[in-house]
Every structure is written in structure tokens, then in C-alpha cells.
């Protein structure tokens, strides 16, 4: 029986975001807007009960945050059905690529600290 690591595979910190962050968004024909539940410098997962697209479907995104507009192309990594999409960008201009860094600076000043150590151990 092999184990799974107990470290994240993901190299870059995701936030989640804040209830006001919703993102505009166009895949497989269809156009809809979603909030935004979790995003990083490389993707974003948004909420949507019922996605009808397949892993590598391309999508057009567009938000508008306090930062300003940010507009980027991405591809579809992961669909949790009944939940949302995983998306990864694969552009951002890079007029857009210093708004997402502002908005994830502001994010992670929201982070609460992290929590004290607790062992691993199941109680």
C-alpha cells in the first residue's frame, strides 16, 4: 500500500479568495460568471454547479478587482463536478500579469497567520 505524501504538490502558494472576487468567463460556447474560490500566480479554481467542458478545453477569462482589469487565457485542468473548474492561465499581458500580483498581495494580507504547530498524528 503506498501512502501519499502529506506536503501540497503545488509549488506556488493559492489564496482563497475574498467574496468579492468573480470572474467573467468563456469555454466550449459558453459565457457565464463565476466567483472566484481560490487563485495563484499560475491558475484559479471557480465555482460552477454544472460544467460541461473536458480537461484541456481552452476558456477566455476577465475579471475586474480593485486592481483593475485583468484578462487572461487559460486551459481547463480539473472539473469537480457539482463544484467547479480548476483552470490554469496560459496568457496574462503583462500589463494584467501586475494587477494578479497585486491582487494576490492583497490576499495574502488577509491570510490569517498560520496556526500553530499540531502533530500529525489522528486524535
Known amino acids: 500500500m503506498q501512502t501519499k505524501p502529506s506536503y501540497?504538490?503545488?509549488?506556488?502558494?493559492?489564496?482563497?479568495?475574498?467574496?468579492?472576487?468573480?470572474v467573467c468567463w468563456r469555454c466550449n460556447?459558453?459565457?457565464?460568471?463565476?466567483?472566484?474560490l481560490d487563485i495563484s500566480i499560475n491558475g484559479l479554481f471557480i465555482q460552477t454547479p454544472h460544467?460541461?467542458?473536458k480537461e484541456g478545453m481552452s476558456?477566455?477569462?476577465d475579471f475586474l478587482v480593485q486592481e483593475g482589469s485583468i484578462k487572461a487565457d487559460?486551459?481547463?485542468?480539473?472539473?469537480?463536478?457539482?463544484?467547479?473548474?480548476?483552470?490554469r492561465f496560459l496568457a496574462v499581458p503583462?500589463?494584467?500579469?501586475q494587477r494578479l500580483?497585486?491582487?494576490l498581495r492583497r490576499l495574502r494580507s488577509l491570510t490569517i497567520a498560520p496556526q500553530?504547530?499540531?502533530?500529525l498524528e489522528r486524535e
Open 101 to 103: 500580483k497585486a491582487l
Open 29 to 36: 460556447g459558453r459565457e457565464d460568471v463565476s466567483r472566484v
Open 74 to 87: 487559460a486551459v481547463v485542468r480539473h472539473i469537480k463536478g457539482g463544484s467547479g473548474l480548476g483552470l
Open 8 to 22: 501540497s504538490r503545488r509549488a506556488l502558494s493559492r489564496f482563497r479568495a475574498s467574496e468579492d472576487i468573480w
Open 94 to 97: 503583462d500589463e494584467d500579469r
Open 51 to 53: 460544467p460541461k467542458m
Open 59 to 61: 476558456a477566455k477569462l
Open 116 to 119: 500553530p504547530f499540531r502533530s
